[in-house]
């Protein structure tokens, strides 16, 4: 039904950069308004966490831990949410995962409903 499509994880050395991108696409509906999106990930041995989040305004949150890093962006025409990380460590080896916070239309326009998707997940992994 809903698809949340993750692009551009690989292995890059430290004080590397990779740029994500994750593409929200529907079959059969229609997709609404999109509140959210954000990356979250996930390393071994750890509990999934927020990396960043943009709202359908543009205000953004970010980690502590990539806070003048990583930088979130987002294409409301194309449904699509970019991740910016530049001067990669060890430490943010991880899967990374997109979410959003997605409404779902029929194709005459009348609301379906809304929920939280997850995509498949994307490996970034920094190491020399």
């Known amino acids: 039904q809903v698809q949340l499509v993750e692009s551009g994880g690989g292995l890059v050395q430290p004080g590397g950069s990779l740029k994500l991108a994750c593409e929200a696409s529907v079959i059969i509906y229609r997709i609404g308004v999109i509140d959210s999106m954000g990356w979250y990930r996930q390393a071994p041995g750890k509990q999934r966490e927020l990396v960043a989040v943009?709202?359908?305004?543009?205000?953004?949150t970010y980690a502590d831990s990539v806070k003048g890093r990583f930088t979130i962006s987002r294409d409301n025409a194309k449904n699509t949410v970019h991740l910016q990380m530049n001067s990669l460590k060890a430490e943010d080896t991880a899967v990374y995962y997109c979410n959003a916070d997605i409404e779902i239309r029929y194709l005459n326009g009348t609301y379906k409903g809304q929920r939280e998707y997850w995509g498949q997940g994307t490996q970034v992994t920094v190491s020399s």
């Open positions: 943009i709202t359908n305004g543009g205000s953004t």
